[in-house]
Every structure is written in structure tokens, then in C-alpha cells.
T-cell receptor
Framework: DAKTTQPNSMESNEEEPVHLPCNHS???????IHWYRQLPSQGPEYVIH???SNVNNRMASLAIAEDRKSSTLILHRATLRDAAVYYC??????????FGSGTKLNVKP | DAGITQSPRHKVTETGTPVTLRCHQT?????MYWYRQDPGHGLRLIHY???????DKGEVSDGYSVSRSKTEDFLLTLESATSSQTSVYFC???????????????????FGEGSRLTVL
């Protein structure tokens, strides 16, 4: 099965960049790497995804290692509203999603 | 926000009783999923559906069954609830990533707000 490994928690100061790591050594060639985040008492929401190349969108950037066995979600300037649990996910066969246990991000003012 | 409604949002029941959770979508998406969320485990897939009457097991399907008789509804049933099934249950939907134009091809999952089930 596809598996991702993330640190349980991380802490950041407000308005500083945050790098959230993820290991996915069992990734296969067609697996997409997705990141979702979950705010308290809500369902997870999409952040970003990629296959091989680094990706940027309005929320974050995704850096993917050359061997694809790890990736890093980058929040360029953390805000208090970014405090959430961030999930690194492998999407296999287009519509099967394998969640890791997530990283709880705490943002200090 | 994606049109996904879960019901009930909260339920307390006793061991051995049957429980059905309902997920209703208004997006006409092909894929529907049931996940459970427990501390230390993230989200784990119970069952998913890839069309009306087409379902398949996920990684933690024992003790659960599902049905999808129409596109908009996906039901999760616990035939005889146990305390180990106390959890928060999330329904999710997605469109087939294959059918989307490449520029918008995220295969994004949209989640409901969750149903908290307590089995005493």
C-alpha cells in the first residue's frame, strides 16, 4: 500500500516561511502527491498537488525530490489562519487517496 | 463550497445496534468515499464508490457495508456497532480525474463536515 510519513507536529512564527516535510518511499511512477489541510472541526481541504515537477499556487508551493521519495510543502508566510493539520497524500489510480497521519502546525504570533 | 451533506452529524448509540450514516451530494460527481478519522491514524478509507451500485473496499472495511442506489447518495452501514467504531466519519466526493481537462485535472477530494459517532 501507498504510505506517507510526516512529523507529528511543527511550530512556526507568524509571517515566517514554513517547510513541511513528507516521506513517501513506496511511491510508484504514476502516483500523484497531494497535500490537504484540516482546520479544527472541519473536513480536509485541498492545498496543492504535483507529479514530478515543483508546483506553485496561491496557497503554497510544493517541492518534489528528484527521486520522488519525498516532498516538502512550503507556506511562504505563515499566518495564524494556517494553523491546521497538514496531510501528505498519495493519489493512486486517479481516485484512490492514501492519507498519512498528518503534521499539526502551530503558528505563534 | 461543494454540496455535500452528511447526516446525522452526531450520534450516540449502544453496542450491537445498527447504524446508517448518509452522504448526499449535489455535484453529480462520480466518486464517493467514506473515511474514518481517529487520533494518531489520520484518515483511513473504509469504502468507496465509482458509480451507482459500484463499490469497493478500502483499508478498514471490516464491520462496514455501503450502498449507492443513486448518484447523489452513499450510505455507510454498521450492521452491529462496536466501541471500536467510535470515530469521526467523513464523506468525500471527487470527479473522475481522467475525464477532466488537464489544466484542471486535480482529481480533488471535497469533504463533508463529518459525522461524530459514539458507540457505548
Amino acid at each position: 500500500d501507498a504510505k506517507t510519513t510526516q512529523p507529528n507536529s511543527m511550530e512556526s512564527n507568524e509571517e515566517e516561511p514554513v517547510h513541511l516535510p513528507c516521506n513517501h518511499s513506496t511511491i510508484s511512477g504514476t502516483d500523484y502527491i497531494h497535500w490537504y489541510r484540516q482546520l479544527p472541526s472541519q473536513g480536509p481541504e485541498y492545498v496543492i498537488h504535483g507529479l514530478t515537477s515543483n508546483v506553485n499556487n496561491r496557497m503554497a508551493s510544493l517541492a518534489i525530490a528528484e527521486d520522488r521519495k519525498s516532498s516538502t510543502l512550503i507556506l511562504h508566510r505563515a499566518t495564524l489562519r494556517d494553523a491546521a493539520v497538514y496531510y501528505c497524500i498519495l493519489r493512486r489510480n486517479f481516485n484512490k487517496f492514501y492519507f498519512g497521519s498528518g503534521t499539526k502546525l502551530n503558528v505563534k504570533p | 463550497d461543494a454540496g455535500i451533506t452528511q447526516s446525522p452529524r452526531h450520534k450516540v448509540t449502544e453496542t450491537g445496534t445498527p447504524v446508517t450514516l448518509r452522504c448526499h451530494q449535489t455535484e453529480n460527481h462520480r466518486y464517493m468515499y467514506w473515511y474514518r478519522q481517529d487520533p494518531g491514524h489520520g484518515l483511513r478509507l473504509i469504502h468507496y464508490s465509482y458509480g451507482v451500485k459500484d463499490t469497493d473496499k478500502g483499508e478498514v472495511s471490516d464491520g462496514y457495508s455501503v450502498s449507492r442506489s443513486k448518484t447523489e447518495d452513499f450510505l455507510l452501514t454498521l450492521e452491529s456497532a462496536t466501541s471500536s467504531q467510535t470515530s469521526v466519519y467523513f464523506c468525500a466526493i471527487s470527479e473522475s480525474a481522467v475525464s477532466l481537462p488537464s489544466a484542471t485535472n486535480t482529481g480533488e477530494l471535497f469533504f463533508g463536515e463529518g459525522s461524530r459517532l459514539t458507540v457505548l
